[in-house]
């Protein structure tokens, strides 16, 4: 099986993907590094251990940095409800988060699968920069790199130039694209081109199995809050970026450029600029999924919600 090592902030799609990434039979998910993002660290930890107490699963889960590098943080708590899961007062897990932290979690796994390690992001990247801060060879030891951030011809939803992800850290992000040789990415931009129907997701969360009604609860608020706002489609954009993870043949097209972070000004801040005519002569280090079979996508998503 393909060692699967991911870094998230759950969150309501975070929750999503780690439930797409826990029913594959050809990964295995050996470990998750918990960020701040969506919300403060204590909800996004203790959110992580609950779902995988949910889903019956006992991946080993590391808390990582309680806020970005350099800057304070923003919340996407009016998204994702105040305490990332819905708000619906869940019964913490019985399990506690590992002593270890995240960054060091991340060197010591890139060793111990040392060549065959998946990593994946899918919230800020505090932990990864700290990681590669701590030990900047780790790039070398990852087989693939999945992130899920940026908007990569402009249209953010944080602000209007900036994803969410980047737009939280924007130093660390700066850090992590410099250092890997290759990422592969799948912005916001490929998320609200693959928005789930409604009315087919809430078909999905009628499955008799306690990964769905839990889902079903926990993504209520944000699917409201997403059907006045958004209109006839849910975006789960962490979701979209497992697909890409665990069927990355299902990506239907795929563009290779540069990619600079934006660290300053009042619009620019958290950007994604791309260098999509070439103009700077770089190396195109950055893999941009532009579009993946929906059809797949949702297979996947129906399929995890399912099981368990
Ligand atoms: C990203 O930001 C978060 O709110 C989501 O979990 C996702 O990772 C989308 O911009
Ligand atoms: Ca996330």
């Known amino acids: 099986k393909i060692p699967l090592l991911i870094d998230t902030d759950p969150g309501v799609d975070d929750a999503l993907a780690l439930l797409m ?3 594959d039979p050809r990964h295995e998910v050996v470990g998750l590094t918990i960020a701040a993002g969506n919300v403060g660290l204590n909800h996004t930890v203790a959110n992580a251990l609950k779902l995988c107490e949910v889903a019956g699963v006992d991946v080993p889960v590391f808390a990582g940095c309680a806020g970005p590098l350099l800057h304070p943080a923003p919340d996407a708590g009016y998204v994702h409800g105040r305490d990332g899961f819905g708000d619906v007062g869940y019964e913490p897990a019985a399990r506690r988060a590992e002593a270890e932290h995240a960054a060091q979690a991340i060197i010591r796994l890139s060793h111990e699968h040392a060549g065959r390690l998946l990593l994946v992001a899918l919230g800020p990247l505090t932990n ?3 990681a590669l801060k701590l030990d900047p060879s780790l790039p070398e030891r990852v ?3 999945v992130v899920m951030g940026g908007a990569v011809t402009g249209h953010g939803n944080i602000t209007p130039a900036a994803e969410f992800n980047i737009y939280f850290d924007p130093e660390a992000a ?4 410099e250092a890997f040789p290759r990422i592969e990415l799948a912005d916001w931009e490929a998320t609200i081109a693959h928005g789930l129907l409604h009315d087919r997701v809430v078909d999905w969360l009628q499955a008799d199995s306690n990964r769905a009604r839990f889902y079903e ?4 608020k944000t699917r409201e809050w997403s059907a006045d706002r958004r209109g006839d489609h849910w975006h789960s954009a962490d979701g979209l970026a497992m697909a890409f993870v665990l069927e990355p043949d299902g990506a239907q097209e795929i563009v290779e450029r540069s990619l600079a972070i934006q660290l300053e000004g009042p619009h620019s801040r958290g950007a994604t600029v791309v260098d999509w005519q070439r103009q700077l002569g770089l190396p195109d280090r950055v893999a941009i999924l532009l579009r993946y079979d929906q059809a797949r996508f949702e297979g996947l998503v129906r399929a995890a919600l399912a099981a368990g």
């Open 143 to 145: 087989a693939r790199f």
């Open 174 to 177: 700066h850090i992590v694209f």
């Open 21 to 23: 990434a826990f029913n």
């Open 128 to 130: 990864i920069a700290l």
């Open 217 to 220: 609860c926990i993504s209520k």
